[in-house]
């Protein structure tokens, strides 16, 4: 194996692991943001025009504790599994591939490449990655939006497949395709790029150094436009994955994209389309900062041990990080069961 195609598959191992400890880390995030793109769906609950009104889960924090009290801390971790195999195919490839996209369309001193040739080969990568993930997606979605006291039709996450494709046939399991192909091509053409970019422009002004607090800096942007960006196509997704099919597998609320942006509009305003935006933001933030940092990180390292051709060094590197993440995911259990005690007394 050449030294270019070992270090390629490095980047897309790498990318993998490091998005899957992400997922985990943010699952409880991703469980509330779900909750609340589905409540009050079409203004169903109220008259009024006010879709915030009479609200379930009443924001993050508060939607958070409620998802915990009623269901406990497996509630907040429902669709882990398909999350994490979600990331480890879809993230694997639009983080992995991201480098090598830009190396075909020209890019060969990485601190002034252009910025369209980061958004274009970030699109690419995020496109291709989310159509080939979409049945891993689909199931996340379906566990994650049960609701307290509502029961699931699928025992685990490959009854589930199976269940989909029986159910609703094969192309049953690409339900969404559409929107999560274009929030995908949106993400990664704004999450990395803008990274990517913040960065070097920060370097190259002389402005900061090469540290944990520039990737600070640029991960916040970077999680704010993404979030800003994507969060009409993740409530579409969100909506289409989880509707309704009659007995031919035909959806019977949203046909398509265009059609599902449309009622979203129509019966809930244009506000409808930013439901569940903070903890979307909060999601992308962290989901920016540590697969991305673990990402930089790893590759870093493991070239150093690449150079001093010691494959051993790089494999224990890979799992440090690793460990460190979950040390992360631990940390953010114990400071939700603090909050939730607190809150009760």
Not at 50 to 73: H, P, V
Not at 293 to 314: L, M, T
Request: proline share 4%; aromatic share 8%.
């Amino acid at each position: 194996m050449s030294t270019q195609s070992s270090e390629n598959l490095t980047r897309f191992v790498l990318s993998g692991i490091s998005n899957m400890c992400g997922g985990a880390v943010t699952n409880p995030i991703d469980v509330i943001k779900i909750r609340m793109q589905l409540e009050n769906e079409l203004g169903s609950k109220h008259s009024s025009k006010n879709i915030f009104k009479d609200r379930y889960y009443k924001g993050f924090i508060r939607g958070g504790i409620r998802i915990f009290s009623e269901e406990g801390l497996r509630g907040l971790y429902k669709g882990l599994l398909p999350s994490m195999m979600r990331e480890g195919s879809y993230s694997t490839i639009r983080l992995g591939a991201y480098e090598p996209l830009k190396v075909k369309l020209g890019a060969t001193d990485i601190a002034h490449t252009p910025l369209w040739k980061k958004i274009v080969a970030g699109a690419m990568s995020g496109t291709i990655g989310s159509a080939i993930a979409t049945p891993t997606d689909l199931v996340k979605v379906r566990f994650q939006a049960l609701g307290p006291g509502k029961k699931s039709e699928y025992r685990h996450t490959f009854h589930a497949f199976w269940k989909i494709a029986q159910k609703e046939g094969v192309r049953g399991l690409w339900t969404g395709v559409g929107p999560t192909v274009q929030r995908a091509a949106i993400l990664t053409a704004a999450q990395i790029p803008s990274y990517d970019h913040t960065k070097h422009t920060l370097l190259n002004a002389q402005l900061m150094e090469e540290g944990p607090a520039l990737h600070g800096v640029s991960s916040v942007i970077a999680g704010f436009v993404t979030a800003l960006s994507t969060s009409p196509f993740d409530v579409v997704k969100t909506r289409m994955m989880n509707q309704k099919k009659d007995a031919s597998g035909k959806p019977l609320v949203y046909r398509n994209t265009i059609h599902c942006i449309g009622k979203i509009v129509r019966h809930e305003g244009l506000l409808g389309l930013y439901k569940g935006f903070i903890p979307n933001w909060m999601r992308i933030g962290p989901h920016t900062i540590t697969p991305i940092f673990g990402w930089y990180e790893s590759r870093v390292k493991v070239a150093e041990d690449y150079a001093q051709q010691s494959a051993c060094n790089s494999l224990l590197v890979i799992a440090t990080i690793t460990l460190k993440l979950h040390f992360t995911l631990l940390t953010l259990q114990r400071g939700l069961l603090v909050v939730v005690d607190y809150t009760k007394g």
